[in-house]
Nanobody, 118 residues
Framework: QVQLVESGGGLVQAGGSLRLSCSVS????????FDWYRQAPGKQREFVAR???????DYADSVKGRFTASIDSAKSTVYLQMNALKPEDTADYYC????????????WGQGTQVTVSS
């Protein structure tokens, strides 16, 4: 069973930065890729970013140019660097791990809360 543990959330002022971490149990290369999603109060969970095991990235338009996903395989950790944060980025952020062969997310972390004050 793969376990994902997110950390790094918190309260930050608009314009500030946070780096979220997602610690992955087991072989990090056993996953097709990793995804970041977020869910704001009263809203549906939405896609934020994806990084493949080859390092290719994809971002939601709302975060493109501000957020950067990365993988540190030596630490078995996936990161989401978030810069120029806006109040609308306030949400619970979740890390998802895909299976070995395709982009279906099979595992989720427990989430970490990000609050951006104006």
């Amino acid at each position: 069973q793969v376990q994902l543990v997110e950390s790094g959330g918190g309260l930050v002022q608009a314009g500030g930065s946070l780096r979220l971490s997602c610690s992955v149990s087991g072989n990090i290369f056993g996953h097709h890729g990793f995804d970041w999603y977020r869910q704001a109060p009263g809203k549906q969970r939405e896609f934020v970013a994806r990084i493949s095991r080859d390092g290719n990235t994809d971002y939601a338009d709302s975060v493109k140019g501000r957020f950067t996903a990365s993988i540190d395989s030596a630490k078995s950790t996936v990161y989401l660097q978030m810069n120029a944060l806006k109040p609308e980025d306030t949400a619970d952020y979740y890390c998802g791990a895909e299976g070995p062969f395709d982009a279906e997310i099979l595992y989720w972390g427990q989430g970490t809360q990000v609050t951006v004050s104006s």
